[in-house]
C-alpha cells in the first residue's frame, strides 16, 4: 500500500504553486498502474474540501464549497486522484481511498515521556494558547462553546493504517471518507493547554538553559583539573 501524504498548506489568501505538487502526485499514480500485481494508494484529502456551509458536522456526500486556495487545490486534487480507482495495472487494478480530516494535533514529548511543546500546522490557536500559557495567562476565546474537530495525529495515522490495510474487494475502495472525533471546544483545547504549559519555559528557553548548564559542568571541570595539576 502506498500513502500519499505530500501536501502544501496555504492560507486564505496565499496563492503557492502547487502545479509541482501535482505533478508528482500524478507520476506516483502512473507508476502505480505499471506495478505488476494489485496496488493500492491512500490519499490524505482534508476536510477543508467542504468550507463552512451549514449542517455540521458534516457526511461525506455533504454540499462542497471550499473557501479558500487549499480547500479549493485539494478537492480538485481528490476528484482527479479518485478518477484512477479501478485503473489496471499490468496484473491487477489500483484501488485508492481518501481521508478527509479537521485539525490535526501534534505535541513533542521529553525524555521522561511528558508534553513539552505542541505542533501544529494549521491552527495557530493552540500554539498561541501554548505560548501565552506558558506566560501565566490564558488565551481569550471568541464564541469559545463553538465545537470543533482536533485529531491526534497518531489516530489518524491509525485510521490511514485501517485503510490501508483492507481487502482488494473491500466497498470502501474509490471513495473518500471523513475522520470524525468527539468534537470539542476551543475553549476546551485552550484550556488543555493552559493546564498543560502554565508558567513552564518555552523549548528555547529550556535549552538555553541546558546550554548554560552544560557551559557550567564544562567550566567547574576545567577548574577541579586546574586546582589539581596546580
Known amino acids: 500500500t502506498t500513502y500519499d501524504l505530500a501536501t502544501i498548506q496555504t492560507s486564505a489568501t496565499d496563492g503557492s504553486n502547487r502545479s509541482g505538487l501535482v505533478t508528482g502526485k500524478q507520476a506516483i499514480v502512473e507508476a502505480l498502474c505499471e506495478t505488476q500485481a494489485e496496488a493500492k494508494l491512500v490519499y490524505m484529502s482534508t476536510a477543508e474540501v467542504y468550507g463552512a456551509p451549514e449542517g455540521a458536522p458534516y457526511c461525506e456526500d455533504h454540499i462542497k464549497a471550499p473557501i479558500n486556495v487549499y480547500g479549493r487545490h485539494k478537492h480538485d486534487e481528490e476528484k482527479a486522484i479518485l478518477a484512477y480507482h479501478g485503473r489496471e495495472t499490468v496484473k491487477g487494478n489500483l484501488s485508492i481511498v481518501a481521508l478527509r480530516t479537521w485539525t490535526i494535533s501534534m505535541v513533542n514529548h521529553d525524555e521522561g515521556g511528558r508534553v513539552c511543546a505542541t505542533r501544529n500546522y494549521n491552527d495557530p490557536m493552540i500554539s498561541v494558547a501554548e ?38 474487494g473491500s466497498a470502501s475502495w474509490g471513495h473518500a471518507f471523513n475522520c470524525v472525533g468527539q468534537p470539542t471546544t476551543h475553549s476546551k ?15 528555547g528557553a529550556l535549552s538555553a538553559i541546558a546550554r548554560a548548564a552544560e557551559a557550567c559542568v564544562a567550566m567547574a571541570i576545567g577548574i577541579s583539573a586546574h586546582a589539581a595539576h596546580n
Not at 135 to 161: M, T
Not at 189 to 203: H, K, L
Request: aromatic share 6%; glycine share 8%; hydrophobic share 40%.
Open 131 to 168: 505560548k501565552l500559557a506558558r506566560r501565566g495567562l490564558r488565551l481569550p476565546i471568541p464564541g469559545p462553546d463553538l465545537l470543533a474537530q482536533f485529531h491526534r495525529s497518531e489516530e489518524v495515522a491509525e485510521v490511514l493504517l485501517a485503510l490501508g490495510e483492507q481487502d482488494e
Open 189 to 203: 483545547m485552550r484550556d488543555i493547554c493552559y493546564e498543560v504549559f502554565e508558567g513552564t519555559p518555552s523549548q
